[in-house]
């Protein structure tokens, strides 16, 4: 994959916070912060699929109706009631 140069401007806390964190696991500086926002992106991603798995868990049984409805199993019409 092509890499794209990035340049972002933090304090020197922060800057020595990144060094120290990326040294302490064998990783250069770009790598550790690749690696963090491949996690934060990941997170994201991660809290989308659970809050969709809770709200499914939520609804099922109105899903199910309505899916069972559409197969004509539920009004015998074969189409979902309004």
């Not at 020595?16 to 994201?44: K, P, T, W």
């Not at 798995?53 to 309505?66: G, L």
């Amino acid at each position: 994959m092509a890499k794209t140069q990035l340049n972002v401007r933090v304090d020197e806390d922060t800057a020595r916070a990144a060094r120290e964190r990326a040294l302490a696991r064998g990783l250069s500086v770009n790598r550790y912060i690749e690696e963090l926002v491949r996690q934060d992106a990941g997170e994201a991603g991660r809290t989308f699929v659970d809050a969709a798995a809770d709200f499914m868990k939520q609804y099922e049984s109105v899903f199910a109706e309505e899916f069972a409805e559409t197969r004509g199993t539920g009004t015998g019409s074969g189409e979902a009631r309004s």
